[in-house]
């Protein structure tokens, strides 16, 4: 490893959106040959900070110095020019395409009269994939890939568009550990050749394993830069979240006494639930009138999973029992027939924007109180009863549900079950995108409904939501159930570690 | 009454009267077109505004309006139906086939009664509705596509009970409704409306119309409200087989005779009728209102074009160029409401 001088520096950057601050003064240093780590909460600035870098955030204050130079991108194919590459978590490859023409996207070998020369594009691409230790078919459908080699050519591709300095989003988070090691030595291997990396990741273990430095970014503001060897993980977590003597700290440090598991009959149980490559083995049981947290980071399954509950998803494997009775949910009417009502993270996915409140909130309702002939005046009361019962503003039932403000369409997406409770209600990221009021209307109103009863899953990339709804936590990492608490005094950064 | 009417004048206090214009155009612009091309006929013929042509537009939009009725359902769904034009030809042949032919007529039919003719008949459209059914939802095939097939499907089997030959007795009742009239209400006119009416009574009062409209309008959001969004569009391209096989048997009887490609025109004319109309391709908007002013501007428009001295092969051109500016409106009335609501 060559001890570098800086390739990119930054200093006193500062952004924001719409008079909101995402970085806050920021000074950064990339060294040529480095793997840099870069830790923090969701929100905490590390992609809009990257996203500077990379050429797609033009518009920001503060300087950008590229090998000593002060320069500015104006876009992602700029900074590409310049040299700086960034694979997002979403991967941007065209899955029908082979493995060659995906490394040469755009950029295919091609004759005077602009016919695409396949043997060479075959060959040039076949030498550069060795070059990296890969041994891939170029002609390969890149689709038919697992995940890992699929990430390993789209980083190729950025190599050979002539990057020097590569960001990496998330690059573990969908990968085994096999191909986790076989990343790793690439990075490496890249390091040795003298490029630089920039690796973002909630996964810390992978970050002390691999990175030669350590940046922690909290609130917009980057709090810490150590080396690796220098380093723990415990350390690391509670610069992201704050130490005691920080301003937001003690909410964050404060402990929360969970529950043990009540004597309450149990409504769904689910043995050994199985899908794919997003989740294997999931086991739990869910009570009456208890509150379920399932947390994990972004692509540990628990999307797949709270959809899989709700007949969305067909798993592979694996038995769901309801009030002790096996059933195979076919579809998600046969999942609502069952008792389980489920509000997705999206709005988009579960409000008719163009339609009135009441129609909204009745949709799922229909069935019971109308048999042929639909009862508007009948709908129109389930509508107030709701609105009163979770303070929808504003409170009409005319109202178009696209003019509601976020908070209130993600009430009335509740809403819209509760007029005929099910058995369990799934919330999937139920205060996403909130303020703070708003999140504290949720707390409430699913406080409430557990006093009535409800068996309620919570699941969440947020650990305050978690933590402050549920009764018992269930952890998933990587498509699995890594950690159970219940019974006991936990803190955000113990629910951190389990991830 | 008082209450809603005052919140509707403060809603539209606060969001502009332009607003509102804007969220009602695709109401508005058929209806306009409708008048316009009233009063343009009306003035440059002295022949077209009489009772009498009256009654022949009305007979004329008939048979669109039957296949209309169900292609309002599947459009309302955001999903098409090609098929209708050949599944109202199949079904028109088939009550043909199964009807006692003179004996100069070379078709090797099975005569049944009447009654036995009608009900296979409806069978026949059912079955092709549900093989329709069946391939969009459980198999996943794009409806324009599997409905492409199916048109194909429904020409070849009238083209093997035909033979190429024509038949011209249908069963009485089919006559009736077809050719006949009652007080001089030609009964097709009434039919038609009567279909047309339970179409719109269906989609407005009761709990499945809603649901076609909760379908089209964002099919994800009623997945995830736990309905059965592949029964619903299931049932929507059965009713416009069925709605198609109505338009056949009484197409038959009101021409006069069953062949093969008699109702070919037919699949453009409808679903102009329903776009033009102002329902929405992209579904959950629109409903039979729209459908019946999208019915009689295209009736009005070919019925005018015969009453004034025009080339009759521009008469085609016209017709295009009407359809075209029809769907830059509704395409453009969509976006209009997406930005009024925002």
């Given at each position: 490893m060559?001890?570098?001088?800086?390739?990119i520096?930054?200093?006193?950057v500062s952004?924001?959106f719409g008079?909101v601050?995402?970085?806050r003064d920021i000074d950064f240093?990339l060294?040529a040959?480095e793997?840099h780590?870069?830790?923090g909460?969701n929100?905490a600035?590390?992609s809009?900070?990257?996203?500077?870098i990379?050429?797609?955030h033009?518009d920001y204050?503060?300087?950008?110095?590229?090998?000593?130079?002060?320069?500015?991108?104006?876009?992602?194919?700029d900074?590409?020019?310049?040299?700086?590459?960034?694979?997002?978590?979403e991967?941007?490859i065209?899955p029908?395409?082979s493995?060659?023409?995906?490394v040469?996207l755009?950029t295919q070998p091609?004759?005077?009269?602009?016919?695409?020369?396949?043997?060479?594009?075959?060959?040039?691409a076949?030498?550069l994939?060795?070059?990296?230790g890969?041994?891939i078919?170029?002609r390969?459908?890149?689709?038919?890939?697992?995940i890992g080699?699929?990430?390993?050519?789209?980083?190729?591709?950025?190599?050979f568009?002539?990057?020097?300095i590569?960001?990496?989003d998330e690059?573990?988070?969908?990968l085994?550990p096999?191909?986790?090691?076989?990343?790793?030595?690439?990075?490496r291997?890249l390091?040795?050749d003298?490029?630089?990396?920039?690796?973002i990741?909630h996964f810390l273990?992978d970050?002390?394993?691999?990175?030669d430095?350590?940046?922690?970014?909290?609130?917009?503001?980057?709090i810490?830069t150590?080396?690796?060897?220098e380093?723990?993980k415990a350390?690391l977590?509670?610069?992201?979240?704050?130490?005691g003597?920080?301003?937001?700290?003690?909410s964050?440090?404060?402990?929360i006494r969970l529950?043990?598991?009540?004597?309450?009959?149990v409504?769904?149980?689910?043995s050994?639930l199985s899908?794919g490559?997003?989740?294997?083995?999931v086991?739990l049981?869910?009570?009456?009138?208890e509150?379920l947290?399932?947390?994990?980071?972004?692509?540990c399954?628990?999307?797949?999973?709270v959809?899989?509950l709700?007949?969305?998803?067909?798993?592979?494997?694996g038995?769901?029992?309801?009030a002790?009775?096996?059933?195979?949910?076919a579809?998600?009417s046969?999942?609502?027939?069952a008792?389980?009502?489920?509000?997705p993270e999206?709005?988009r996915?579960?409000l008719?924007?163009?339609?009135?409140l009441?129609?909204?909130t009745?949709?799922?309702a229909?069935e019971?109180?109308s048999?042929?002939?639909?009862?508007?005046?009948?709908e129109?009361?389930?509508?107030h009863a709701q609105i009163d019962?979770?303070?929808?503003r504003?409170p009409?039932a005319?109202?178009?549900?696209?003019?509601?403000?976020?908070?209130?369409q993600q009430?009335v997406g509740?809403?819209?079950?509760?007029?005929?409770?099910?058995?369990?209600l799934?919330l999937?990221e139920p205060t996403?995108?909130?303020?703070?009021g708003a999140?504290?209307?949720?707390v409430?109103?699913?406080?409430?409904?557990?006093?009535?009863?409800?068996?309620i899953l919570?699941a969440?990339?947020e650990p305050?939501?978690?933590?402050?709804l549920?009764d018992?936590?269930m952890?998933m990492k990587?498509?699995a159930?890594v950690?159970?608490?219940?019974n006991e005094?936990?803190?955000?950064d113990?629910?951190l570690?389990?991830? | 009454?008082?209450?809603?009417?005052?919140?509707?004048?403060r809603?539209?206090r606060?969001?502009?009267?332009g607003?509102?214009?804007?969220?009602?155009?695709?109401?508005?612009?058929p209806?306009?077109?409708?008048?316009?091309?009233?009063?343009?006929?009306s003035f440059?013929?002295?022949?077209?505004?009489?009772?009498?042509?009256?009654?022949?537009?009305?007979?004329?939009?008939?048979?669109?309006?039957?296949?209309a009725v169900?292609?309002t359902?599947?459009?309302?769904?955001?999903?098409?139906?090609?098929?209708?034009?050949?599944v109202?030809?199949?079904?028109?042949?088939?009550?043909?086939?199964?009807?006692a032919q003179?004996?100069?007529?070379?078709?090797?039919?099975l005569?049944?009664?009447?009654?036995?003719a009608?009900?296979?008949?409806?069978l026949a459209c059912t079955?092709?509705?549900?093989?329709?059914?069946?391939?969009?939802t459980?198999i996943?095939?794009?409806?324009?596509?599997m409905?492409l097939?199916?048109?194909?499907i429904?020409?070849?089997?009238s083209?093997?009970l035909?033979?190429?030959?024509i038949?011209?007795?249908?069963p009485d009742?089919?006559?009736?409704?077809?050719?006949?009239?009652i007080?001089?209400i030609?009964?097709i006119?009434i039919v038609?409306?009567?279909?047309l009416?339970a179409g719109h009574?269906?989609l407005?009062?009761?709990?499945f119309?809603?649901?076609v409209y909760?379908v089209?309008?964002n099919?994800?959001?009623?997945?995830?409200?736990?309905?059965n969004?592949?029964?619903i569009?299931?049932t929507?391209m059965?009713?416009?087989?069925v709605?198609?096989?109505?338009?056949?048997?009484?197409?038959?009887?009101?021409?006069g005779?069953?062949q093969?490609n008699?109702?070919?025109?037919?699949?453009?004319?409808a679903i102009?009728?329903?776009?033009?109309g102002?329902?929405?391709?992209?579904g959950?908007?629109?409903?039979?209102?729209n459908?019946?002013?999208g019915l009689?501007v295209?009736?009005?428009?070919?019925?005018?074009?015969?009453?004034v001295k025009?080339?009759?092969?521009?008469?085609?051109l016209?017709?295009?160029?009407?359809?075209l500016a029809?769907l830059?409106?509704n395409?453009?009335?969509?976006r209009?409401?997406?930005?009024a609501?925002?």
């Amino acid at each position: 490893m060559e001890t570098g001088a800086p390739v990119i520096e930054l200093v006193g950057v500062s952004k924001s959106f719409g008079g909101v601050a995402a970085l806050r003064d920021i000074d950064f240093v990339l060294q040529a040959g480095e793997i840099h780590g870069l830790v923090g909460e969701n929100g905490a600035g590390k992609s809009t900070l990257m996203k500077i870098i990379a050429g797609v955030h033009g518009d920001y204050v503060g300087e950008l110095r590229l090998d000593g130079r002060e320069t500015r991108f104006r876009s992602a194919g700029d900074a590409l020019a310049a040299g700086v590459g960034m694979v997002h978590q979403e991967l941007s490859i065209a899955p029908d395409l082979s493995v060659g023409e995906n490394v040469f996207l755009g950029t295919q070998p091609v004759n005077k009269a602009g016919i695409v020369q396949w043997r060479r594009m075959v060959e040039d691409a076949r030498r550069l994939l060795a070059g990296l230790g890969l041994e891939i078919d170029p002609r390969a459908r890149i689709g038919d890939l697992p995940i890992g080699l699929q990430q390993m050519v789209e980083i190729a591709r950025v190599l050979f568009s002539g990057a020097r300095i590569i960001i990496l989003d998330e690059p573990t988070s969908a990968l085994s550990p096999p191909e986790v090691e076989r990343l790793f030595s690439l990075l490496r291997r890249l390091r040795e050749d003298g490029r630089s990396i920039v690796f973002i990741s909630h996964f810390l273990d992978d970050i002390l394993r691999v990175a030669d430095t350590v940046t922690v970014f909290r609130n917009g503001r980057r709090i810490a830069t150590t080396p690796a060897s220098e380093t723990r993980k415990a350390a690391l977590i509670e610069r992201m979240i704050g130490a005691g003597h920080e301003e937001l700290g003690e909410s964050y440090r404060a402990d929360i006494r969970l529950a043990s598991a009540s004597a309450a009959p149990v409504v769904l149980q689910a043995s050994n639930l199985s899908l794919g490559r997003a989740y294997r083995d999931v086991s739990l049981e869910l009570r009456e009138g208890e509150v379920l947290g399932l947390y994990g980071f972004m692509g540990c399954g628990q999307i797949e999973l709270v959809r899989t509950l709700f007949g969305k998803l067909k798993p592979d494997g694996g038995v769901l029992r309801i009030a002790g009775t096996e059933v195979r949910l076919a579809s998600t009417s046969a999942a609502r027939r069952a008792g389980i009502a489920f509000v997705p993270e999206s709005r988009r996915s579960m409000l008719f924007h163009a339609e009135p409140l009441y129609k909204n909130t009745s949709v799922s309702a229909l069935e019971r109180i109308s048999r042929l002939f639909l009862k508007p005046a009948r709908e129109r009361e389930m509508a107030h009863a709701q609105i009163d019962k979770l303070q929808i503003r504003p409170p009409r039932a005319e109202a178009l549900v696209g003019s509601l403000s976020g908070g209130n369409q993600q009430k009335v997406g509740l809403a819209k079950w509760l007029s005929f409770p099910p058995k369990v209600l799934i919330l999937s990221e139920p205060t996403r995108g909130m303020d703070v009021g708003a999140k504290e209307d949720v707390v409430r109103i699913v406080r409430g409904l557990r006093a009535e009863g409800l068996a309620i899953l919570v699941a969440s990339t947020e650990p305050e939501t978690v933590l402050s709804l549920a009764d018992r936590i269930m952890v998933m990492k990587k498509g699995a159930v890594v950690r159970e608490f219940e019974n006991e005094v936990i803190s955000k950064d113990r629910l951190l570690e389990a991830a | 009454m008082t209450a809603s009417v005052t919140d509707e004048k403060r809603r539209a206090r606060r969001a502009g009267v332009g607003a509102l214009l804007r969220g009602q155009m695709r109401n508005i612009a058929p209806f306009l077109t409708l008048i316009c091309l009233i009063a343009f006929f009306s003035f440059a013929s002295p022949s077209f505004p009489t009772l009498d042509n009256v009654g022949n537009i009305l007979t004329q939009v008939s048979v669109t309006g039957i296949i209309a009725v169900g292609l309002t359902f599947v459009i309302l769904c955001a999903e098409i139906d090609l098929s209708i034009a050949s599944v109202a030809n199949a079904t028109g042949i088939v009550v043909a086939y199964f009807t006692a032919q003179e004996s100069y007529v070379n078709i090797a039919n099975l005569p049944l009664p009447g009654a036995a003719a009608i009900a296979l008949a409806f069978l026949a459209c059912t079955l092709l509705g549900l093989l329709n059914a069946f391939g969009i939802t459980f198999i996943g095939i794009p409806s324009f596509i599997m409905t492409l097939a199916m048109m194909q499907i429904a020409a070849g089997i009238s083209a093997l009970l035909v033979r190429g030959q024509i038949a011209y007795k249908v069963p009485d009742l089919v006559a009736t409704l077809g050719a006949g009239s009652i007080g001089g209400i030609p009964w097709i006119v009434i039919v038609a409306a009567v279909l047309l009416l339970a179409g719109h009574l269906v989609l407005t009062y009761t709990r499945f119309g809603r649901y076609v409209y909760i379908v089209g309008g964002n099919r994800e959001a009623a997945e995830y409200s736990g309905l059965n969004v592949k029964l619903i569009i299931g049932t929507v391209m059965v009713i416009s087989a069925v709605s198609s096989g109505i338009a056949g048997m009484l197409g038959v009887a009101h021409f006069g005779s069953a062949q093969q490609n008699e109702f070919d025109t037919y699949l453009l004319d409808a679903i102009a009728a329903v776009v033009v109309g102002g329902t929405s391709l992209f579904g959950g908007r629109g409903g039979i209102g729209n459908t019946i002013v999208g019915l009689f501007v295209l009736g009005v428009l070919n019925n005018g074009l015969d009453h004034v001295k025009i080339d009759s092969f521009l008469k085609i051109l016209i017709r295009g160029l009407i359809l075209l500016a029809a769907l830059v409106i509704n395409v453009y009335a969509q976006r209009l409401r997406e930005t009024a609501e925002e």
